[in-house]
C-alpha cells in the first residue's frame, strides 16, 4: 500500500502581507503531477489543511478545486484538522465526502474506528487523529481521565464483555499533552499482529521548528516519540521542516512551500511511504519546485541593484534584503521592488546597527560643551564619528541655540 504523505498546507497563509494563494495553487497542481506519475494508493493530509480557522473564500475554493481534482483521479484522502484549522468547519460535507473517498477527522470524540484497507499483505488498519489538547480529551472522555482501577477492569474484561472505555477513564486527571496522547491511544483496539497506520498533528520532542510555526511555551505541548510505537508509520503534520523522529518511520511532511525566512535553506518535498508486508516500510522523498523560492540577499544597495548581479536570478522571489550601506538610502524599499517586485523585509547591516543595543557607560563626566555631548551621541547612535560638515552644522546650531 503506497500512499503520499502531506502536511501543513496552510491554504490562504499570508506571509509579511503577501498572499500565497497563487504559489499554493501552483504547488498543488506539482502534486498532481506526481500523482498522474506515481502508483499511489491514497493522500495523506495530516493537519493545518487551512490557515486561519475561519478561512478566505478563496482558500476554501483552492481546497474545493484539489480535494475533486483527487476524487477525479480515485485517490483516497485521509485528512485530519491541525490546530490552525476549525474542526467543525473542516468537518462540513463529511459523509458527503466519504462517499467520495474523502474521510475527515475533524474532533476527537473520545472514539477512533480505523479504516480498514487490504492489499496483497492482507489488512492495513488506518487511525484518523485530530490535533488534541488536554481539555478535548478530558471534555470527549466525560471525565478526568483513565484511573488505575477502571483501566485494569477494562483490559480484564475486554472492550465488548466489560466497562466501556469512556466509563474506565473517570479518575486519572489530564493535564499534559503527553497524558492525553496516551488516552487516546489508549482507546484503540491496535492488532500489533496486523499493519497499523496513523496520522496525526502534534509536536514530537526533539523536533526541529523554525519561525513560521505556532510556539507552546515551556514546551508544553511535546509528547515522545515513543509514545507512537505501536505503529508502522507515523504521518505527523505541525512542523515545517521534513524530518523523521528517532526513526524513518515517524514523520513530519513539512510544508510544501517557505513560509518564513528561517526555513531559506529547507529542501521542501512530498514525502512517498510504502508498506508492504508487516515490518517492511519504505520511505522516499520527491522534491518540489516553488513558483517563487524565499530567500535572503546581502550587499549594498549599490551591488543589489546592479544588473550584473540580479541578471540570472529570479528577481520575483519572496525576498528578505540585508543593506550593508552606512547611510540609509532614500525610499529604498520602493526603489528595490522596481526591480525586485517582491522584497517582504528590508534591514541594515552596518556599524550603527551592530551598536545600537550597546549602551556605553562614560567616566570622568564633567561639564562639556555641547556640541562635545552630542558627538558623543552621534558616535553612540551611528557608530562612527561626525564628518567635518556634520560637526559645522552642529557648530552654527550650537551657537544659535546657546551662544557660545
Not at 517557505?258 to 512530498?270: L, M, T
Not at 522584497?343 to 563626566?365: A, G, H, P, Q
Amino acid at each position: 500500500m503506497r500512499f503520499m504523505h502531506l502536511a501543513d498546507l496552510h491554504i490562504g497563509k499570508r506571509v509579511n502581507g503577501f498572499s500565497m494563494l497563487e504559489d499554493q495553487q501552483y504547488i498543488l497542481e506539482q502534486v498532481l503531477a506526481v500523482l498522474d506519475e506515481q502508483e499511489v494508493d491514497g493522500v495523506i493530509l495530516a493537519g493545518d489543511i487551512y490557515d486561519k480557522s475561519v478561512p478566505a473564500g478563496e482558500a476554501v475554493q483552492v481546497l474545493d478545486w484539489f480535494l475533486t481534482e483527487l476524487s477525479k483521479r480515485k485517490k483516497a484522502v485521509y485528512m485530519v484538522s491541525g490546530n490552525h484549522d476549525s474542526g467543525e468547519r473542516l468537518a462540513f460535507g463529511a459523509e458527503l465526502m466519504r462517499n467520495s473517498g474523502v474521510h475527515v477527522a475533524s474532533i476527537y470524540n473520545g472514539e477512533v474506528k480505523p479504516i480498514v484497507l487490504e492489499d496483497a499483505y492482507g489488512p492495513l488498519f488506518v487511525y484518523l487523529i485530530p490535533f488534541v489538547k488536554p481539555v478535548h480529551v478530558r471534555r470527549a472522555l466525560g471525565g478526568t481521565g483513565f484511573g488505575d482501577e477502571a483501566a485494569e477492569n477494562y483490559v480484564e474484561a475486554g472492550p465488548t464483555e466489560g466497562v466501556g472505555m469512556k466509563e474506565a477513564r473517570a479518575d486519572l486527571e489530564i493535564h499534559t499533552y503527553q497524558e492525553a496522547m496516551e488516552q487516546v491511544i489508549a482507546g484503540l483496539e491496535i492488532d500489533l499482529s496486523k499493519r497499523n497506520l496513523l496520522v496525526a498533528h502534534q509536536l514530537v520532542t526533539g523536533a526541529s521548528r523554525c519561525d513560521s510555526e505556532d510556539v507552546s511555551v515551556g514546551g508544553l505541548d511535546n509528547i515522545n516519540a515513543d509514545t507512537f510505537d505501536k505503529f508502522d508509520y507515523v504521518a505527523l503534520g505541525h512542523i515545517h521542516g521534513p524530518q523523521s523522529m528517532t526513526k524513518e518511520t515517524i514523520r513530519y511532511a513539512g510544508t510544501l512551500l517557505k513560509y518564513s525566512f528561517s526555513e531559506c535553506d529547507h529542501k521542501k518535498s512530498i514525502t512517498m511511504v510504502e508498506l508492504k508486508e508487516k515490518g517492511t516500510v519504505i520511505v522516499e522523498t520527491i522534491p518540489v519546485k516553488p513558483l517563487r523560492d524565499m530567500r535572503v540577499m546581502r550587499g549594498t544597495y549599490d551591488e543589489l541593484m546592479a544588473r550584473d548581479y540580479y541578471k540570472n536570478t529570479n528577481c520575483e522571489d519572496y525576498l528578505k534584503v540585508v543593506l550593508n550601506d552606512e547611510q540609509e538610502v532614500p525610499e529604498a524599499l520602493g526603489k528595490l521592488r522596481t526591480v525586485y517586485p517582491n522584497v517582504m523585509v528590508l534591514s541594515y547591516d552596518n556599524e550603527r546597527t551592530r551598536n545600537s543595543d550597546t549602551v556605553r557607560r562614560l567616566e570622568n563626566v564633567v561639564r562639556k560643551h555641547p556640541l562635545e555631548y552630542f558627538g558623543e551621541f552621534f558616535e553612540c547612535q551611528n557608530g562612527v564619528l561626525m564628518d567635518e560638515e556634520q560637526k559645522a552644522i552642529m557648530s552654527d546650531l550650537v551657537t544659535e541655540i546657546w551662544g557660545d
